[in-house]
């Protein structure tokens, strides 16, 4: 995706308004999703305040059937734990990468599966963050 280079407005890389091309949703069930609060500072939309996470003890494997550059993440046991798609072309390596969870929810209430659904973050400087991609993960607990 190529980021839209707006003159006199500034776009938060989190938004879909800025990059340029057609917008693919996730299929998520609205019904039972948590969806995180969002917070702003007094006077700014363009900056979100949120808690970023480091990813441990996974890495990716491509998916080679998607039609996207879909990436699915294992554990270090192999197990399949999730995707990421990125925005950017040079997302090969969730090192670097950070995930805000943006939404939650349980698959089954007696099996205890959670879902999460995250934006892939890359810092920029101390404390600021530029959206590379989106993910779910899945997690049994």
């Not at 990125?86 to 209430?109: C, I, T």
């Not at 659904?117 to 101390?126: F, G, H, M, N, T």
């Amino acid at each position: 995706m190529t980021l839209i280079e707006y003159e006199s407005v500034k776009v938060p890389s989190w938004s879909w308004m800025a990059y340029t091309g057609g917008i693919k949703f996730m299929d998520i069930q609205h019904g039972d999703l948590e969806v995180a609060t969002l917070k702003y500072p007094e006077g700014d939309k363009n900056t979100l305040i949120t808690n970023v996470w480091v990813f441990r003890d996974c890495h990716l494997k491509e998916d080679a059937e998607s039609e996207v550059v879909r990436r699915q993440v294992l554990n270090s046991g192999e197990m399949d734990i999730g995707w990421i798609t990125y925005d950017v072309e040079d997302g090969k390596d969730l090192g670097g990468e950070r995930g805000v969870v943006v939404g939650r929810r349980y698959q089954n209430f007696w099996s205890g599966v959670r879902e999460w659904y995250i934006l892939i973050v890359r810092q920029r400087a101390e404390n600021k963050y530029k959206r590379v991609g989106v993910g779910r993960f899945s997690k049994t607990t």
